[in-house]
């Protein structure tokens, strides 16, 4: 005897518009659907752990070095794990009114500078931050921010989501946390407790989001970098110049595929050798000591040198050494609120606070309290496909002054330091946000000192081309004598018809110059160049860029009516690489 299936509890018509509407959508489609469904199922659930979410949880990142990139990934493949439902996407291509068709949100954004949004997200934190933002009373949110504690702006970025997203009426799924440049744990941590109160789906097949493609190779990342080869180290300005710039190459053996000009390297610096001994001395520790650093037993004087910030004290680091040395100005200092504390540590490196208040640590103890050494990102100063063996940086050494005395930075200490045949730790960063446009618009590049390093990649790209874009080169350094960067690199470019139009800016050789200057005295041809639909590129120091593009900004707004400079952003023709 055959069983008869159970007829649709459908009508005919019915019937027919389902199975018509099924025979059009695609898995994802099904899946929401199947959601969607269930979580309209008029019987209630009995725990929020259970309930079917219609939208899966959306975990939006924003980054300039990829640390919020690869924790959203990590925190999407756990959610994979617990049975809940992830879209994982960039905040820079993430409007706010897309927000109010959302159930749960998660931000995990970076603080860049001195308080700023990462570049590539200031479009989406100027619309939610302005009045246009829409209410999302239906929206349960989390904030993870990541920043560093040297800085009087403390993770500031995602403080002001957080606080945001809460006035437009969203519900805080769980507190914020604040993350310093050792943020693995505490985001760990943090991403545990929020995984408890994640919506899970009742479907079999959780469906995550795919990963976004990485910016970075795979097998390649400051936690597995290359080690590499220098070829050459040479001084590209005068050798009397207070601080130089230096022109590195280095031998790749092996391929790193996709490394485009624009990108850039991460290099792990090593500490000085003196440094490493000054800790060691203030501490009376021995360095041949045996320390486990992420599981790793090496000899103490191996973590001080390559993975540990020897300069920079942490509010952490704070509070251990207050314990070890039983200082009672530490200890009540310790007591104090955050911004007391950062404003000592911003006036004591770490030998200050070694010297002033002594103690003898045990090893691992003091490898434990320290901040991780972070990598330093470098632009790529050669294409590729031009050189496949090779990888150029352009460096200048970085030299500020603290308290009564100047201190160098030490990632550009090391590379200048370097010699033929010494080795490289480095990972490729991808940098899509500045690589060259795929047509062949305009380009006008606009360069403050090493800025000219990506765009000497720019022009070794340009010229393999059949079909080659008019090009503008705006540069500004010291003295022409002395530090026109790539000089005979951009005069061969013009040359050969790469660059259709060269402008420099020697401060030096006349006082009072400004880089702003060819710009505004062409008005007509800039403006003409944006017309024709031209990309605008900014590489540089920061304060001088900055000040630039506001300036070029009123200039382009009375010129072309007001809105014009935002119109170039939303186009997305105008790309910063500000440092």
Request: charged share 25%; with cysteine; hydrophobic share 40%.
């Given at each position: 005897m055959?069983?008869?299936a159970?007829?649709?509890?459908?009508?005919?018509?019915?019937?027919?518009q389902v199975?018509?509407?099924?025979?059009?959508?695609?898995?994802?489609?099904?899946?929401w659907?199947?959601?969607?469904?269930a979580?309209?199922?008029?019987?209630?659930?009995?725990?929020?752990?259970?309930k079917?979410s219609?939208?899966?949880?959306?975990?939006g990142?924003?980054?300039?070095?990829?640390?919020?990139?690869?924790?959203?990934?990590?925190?999407?493949?756990?959610?994979?794990?617990?049975?809940?439902?992830?879209?994982?996407?960039?905040?820079?291509?993430?409007?706010?009114?897309?927000?109010a068709?959302?159930?749960?949100l998660?931000i995990?954004?970076?603080?860049?500078?001195?308080?700023?949004p990462?570049?590539?997200?200031?479009?989406?934190?100027?619309?939610?931050?302005?009045?246009?933002a829409?209410?999302?009373?239906?929206?349960?949110?989390?904030?993870?921010?990541?920043?560093?504690s040297?800085?009087?702006?403390?993770?500031?970025?995602?403080?002001?989501f957080d606080?945001?997203?809460?006035?437009?009426?969203g519900?805080?799924?769980?507190?914020?946390?604040?993350?310093?440049?050792?943020?693995?744990?505490?985001?760990k941590a943090?991403?545990?407790?929020l995984?408890?109160?994640l919506?899970?789906?009742?479907?079999q097949?959780?469906?995550?989001?795919?990963?976004?493609?990485?910016?970075?190779?795979?097998?390649?990342?400051?936690?597995?970098p290359?080690?590499?080869?220098?070829?050459?180290?040479?001084?590209l300005?005068?050798?009397?110049?207070?601080?130089?710039?230096?022109?590195?190459?280095?031998?790749?053996?092996q391929v790193?595929p996709?490394?485009l000009?624009?990108?850039?390297?991460?290099?792990?610096?090593?500490?000085?050798?003196?440094?490493?001994?000054?800790v060691?001395?203030?501490?009376?520790l021995s360095?041949?000591?045996?320390?486990?650093?992420?599981?790793?037993?090496?000899?103490?004087?191996?973590?001080?040198?390559?993975?540990?910030?020897?300069?920079?004290?942490?509010?952490?680091?704070?509070?251990?050494?207050?314990?070890?040395?039983?200082?009672?100005?530490?200890k009540?200092?310790?007591?104090?609120?955050?911004?007391?504390?950062?404003?000592?540590?911003?006036?004591?490196?770490?030998?200050d606070?070694l010297?002033?208040?002594?103690?003898?640590?045990?090893?691992?103890?003091?490898?434990?309290?320290?901040?991780?050494?972070q990598p330093?990102?470098?632009?790529?100063?050669?294409?590729?496909a031009?050189?496949d063996?090779e990888?150029?940086?352009t460096?200048?050494?970085?030299?500020?002054?603290?308290?009564?005395?100047?201190?160098?930075?030490i990632?550009?200490?090391y590379?200048?330091?370097?010699?033929?045949?010494d080795?490289?730790?480095?990972?490729?960063?991808?940098n899509?946000?500045?690589?060259?446009?795929?047509?062949?618009?305009?380009?006008?590049?606009?360069?403050?000192?090493?800025?000219i390093?990506?765009?000497?990649?720019?022009?070794?790209a340009?010229?393999?081309r059949?079909?080659?874009?008019?090009?503008?080169l705006?540069?500004?350094?010291?003295r022409?004598?002395?530090?026109?960067?790539?000089?005979?690199d951009?005069?061969?470019?013009?040359?050969?018809?790469?660059?259709?139009?060269?402008?420099?800016?020697?401060?030096q050789?006349?006082p009072?110059?400004?880089?702003?200057?060819?710009?505004?005295?062409q008005?007509?041809?800039?403006?003409s160049?944006?017309e024709?639909?031209?990309?605008?590129?900014?590489c540089?120091?920061?304060?001088?860029?900055s000040?630039?593009?506001?300036?070029?900004?009123?200039?382009?707004?009375?010129r072309?009516?007001?809105?014009?400079?935002?119109?170039?952003g939303?186009?997305?023709?105008?790309?910063?690489?500000l440092?």
């Amino acid at each position: 005897m055959t069983a008869q299936a159970t007829p649709p509890p459908f009508s005919d018509p019915q019937w027919h518009q389902v199975r018509q509407l099924l025979a059009t959508l695609d898995a994802r489609q099904r899946w929401w659907l199947s959601g969607y469904l269930a979580a309209s199922d008029t019987e209630p659930s009995t725990t929020a752990s259970t309930k079917a979410s219609p939208n899966p949880v959306l975990i939006g990142y924003g980054t300039e070095t990829d640390n919020c990139r690869r924790l959203a990934q990590a925190l999407s493949e756990h959610c994979g794990e617990s049975g809940i439902a992830t879209e994982v996407i960039d905040l820079a291509r993430l409007r706010p009114r897309q927000l109010a068709r959302r159930d749960h949100l998660v931000i995990i954004t970076a603080t860049h500078g001195d308080g700023d949004p990462p570049e590539p997200v200031q479009d989406f934190y100027q619309s939610l931050m302005g009045d246009g933002a829409p209410e999302l009373a239906n929206l349960k949110f989390a904030v993870l921010a990541l920043g560093d504690s040297s800085y009087e702006q403390f993770c500031v970025t995602g403080q002001e989501f957080d606080q945001r997203l809460e006035a437009l009426g969203g519900e805080r799924l769980i507190t914020r946390q604040d993350c310093d440049v050792d943020f693995e744990q505490p985001a760990k941590a943090w991403m545990t407790r929020l995984l408890e109160v994640l919506p899970r789906t009742e479907t079999q097949n959780v469906r995550t989001a795919a990963p976004e493609p990485a910016t970075r190779a795979p097998g390649y990342d400051k936690h597995n970098p290359l080690t590499v080869e220098v070829l050459v180290n040479q001084n590209l300005s005068a050798a009397n110049r207070a601080q130089p710039i230096h022109h590195l190459e280095l031998a790749l053996d092996q391929v790193i595929p996709d490394l485009l000009p624009g990108d850039a390297v991460g290099i792990l610096a090593d500490n000085p050798p003196e440094l490493v001994a000054a800790v060691l001395d203030a501490c009376d520790l021995s360095g041949e000591q045996p320390v486990t650093l992420d599981g790793d037993a090496q000899p103490l004087v191996q973590a001080l040198r390559q993975s540990r910030d020897l300069t920079i004290v942490g509010t952490g680091f704070l509070t251990f050494w207050a314990e070890h040395s039983n200082a009672p100005a530490l200890k009540a200092l310790c007591e104090a609120e955050s911004r007391e504390q950062r404003a000592f540590l911003r006036q004591h490196q770490l030998l200050d606070l070694l010297s002033q208040y002594p103690a003898h640590p045990p090893a691992q103890a003091l490898v434990n309290a320290l901040r991780p050494l972070q990598p330093r990102l470098y632009d790529v100063a050669n294409s590729l496909a031009e050189l496949d063996d090779e990888l150029h940086l352009t460096v200048k050494a970085f030299r500020y002054p603290f308290r009564e005395r100047h201190e160098q930075g030490i990632a550009s200490r090391y590379l200048l330091d370097l010699q033929p045949g010494d080795p490289v730790r480095l990972y490729p960063h991808r940098n899509t946000r500045f690589r060259l446009p795929d047509d062949d618009a305009p380009l006008i590049l606009i360069a403050e000192g090493t800025g000219i390093a990506p765009y000497r990649a720019f022009l070794q790209a340009l010229s393999q081309r059949l079909q080659r874009p008019p090009c503008w080169l705006v540069f500004a350094e010291q003295r022409f004598e002395e530090d026109f960067l790539y000089q005979l690199d951009i005069q061969q470019a013009h040359a050969d018809g790469v660059l259709e139009q060269v402008d420099t800016v020697f401060y030096q050789d006349r006082p009072g110059a400004s880089l702003i200057d060819p710009l505004l005295n062409q008005i007509d041809r800039l403006a003409s160049w944006i017309e024709q639909g031209a990309h605008l590129y900014l590489c540089g120091d920061k304060g001088r860029l900055s000040d630039l593009e506001n300036s070029l900004k009123t200039a382009l707004d009375q010129r072309q009516g007001d809105g014009a400079w935002k119109q170039l952003g939303r186009d997305k023709r105008l790309h910063r690489n500000l440092y």
